[in-house]
């Protein structure tokens, strides 16, 4: 006859694991002897083998006792329906492996494979880890808002990098927006880029969004994201602003205020 730390150490369990058993039901508790000890005899290592194998194949402890009851064909269907949820348990997993490896990749965590190919693009050009970062964001919002359409635009916002107005935007942005926070006088020669090149599209109709023009939370969370960002994003935009430009996720010309009529300004034409 065995004590509970014999039958724990032959079936290869702890004894705290007997005990769990015993307040389960799983593994009878025997009586105690004269001396007060708990005495297992063969039965119950033979019981608590069965269950610790079953445990080990991924049996739910819920189970354990029906099947050690049952029949034989009662016992392969209970094992047929463990597999089944074993294999999609698997699956899972090997889902969570996929997105884990994601994280690891970085921007194709919640992005196309196209915008992680312009992102890596702006790398390529100069752009900051941070400017990527912000842009990266930005393209997550866009993504959610109108998945279809990202393959549509990414050529042609890929094209636009061959500007030389357009990479040094990008490097002067970075280099602002690095630095310390503070009203960096090179926010005029970034407006002055991005009026010229708002300007350049709205003449060839390249700031023609169709339907989406008309959504206005996308633009609205794109804009907030980035002051939300860098406040000095707000000092940009005021800068467009003068320049006769509403912002820069929406290319709209602003009115004309009376004291810049005539001034040659894109908004004044």
């Known amino acids: ?7 724990a150490a032959y079936a290869g369990v702890t004894v705290r694991a007997v005990r769990h058993y015993h307040q389960i039901g799983l593994l009878p508790e025997p009586a105690r002897d004269a001396s007060g000890y708990r005495r297992y005899g063969a039965t119950a290592v033979v019981s608590l083998i069965k269950i610790r194998t079953l445990a080990d194949a991924g049996v739910p402890l819920s189970q354990i006792g029906r099947m050690l ?14 597999d089944g949820h074993l294999s999609d348990e698997i699956e899972r997993l090997e889902t969570n492996r996929k997105q884990i490896a994601q994280l690891a990749a970085g ?3 919640v992005l196309p494979p196209e915008v992680t190919t312009y992102l890596d693009r702006l790398r390529e050009i100069g752009a900051s880890a941070r400017m990527v ?22 050529p042609g916002k890929l094209a636009e990098l061959d500007d ?35 300007e350049q599209a709205f003449t060839s109709g390249g ?21 939300e960002s860098d406040p000095r994003a707000e000092r940009l935009r005021d ?10 996720t929406r290319l709209e010309r602003v009115a004309t205020p009376p004291d810049q009529a005539g001034s040659g300004r894109p908004g004044s034409r």
């Open 1 to 7: 006859m065995l004590t509970i730390g014999q039958l």
């Open 107 to 109: 921007d194709s965590l």
């Open 164 to 198: 030389p107005r357009l990479v040094r935007l990008y490097r002067v942005l970075s280099e602002i927006f690095d630095g310390d926070v503070g009203d960096d006088p090179r926010l005029e020669e970034a407006a002055d880029i991005m009026a010229d090149l708002a």
């Open 239 to 248: 800068l467009m602003r003068a320049r006769g430009w509403t912002g820069w």
């Open 133 to 154: 970062e912000g842009e990266r964001d930005g393209w997550i919002l866009i993504a959610a808002r109108w998945p279809g359409r990202i393959h549509e635009w990414i």
């Open 207 to 227: 700031t023609d969004l169709g339907e989406v023009e008309h959504d206005d939370l996308p633009f609205d969370l794109l804009d907030a994201l980035a002051v």
């Open 69 to 82: 009851d049952a029949d034989a064909s009662t016992f392969a269907e209970a094992v047929r329906k463990i």
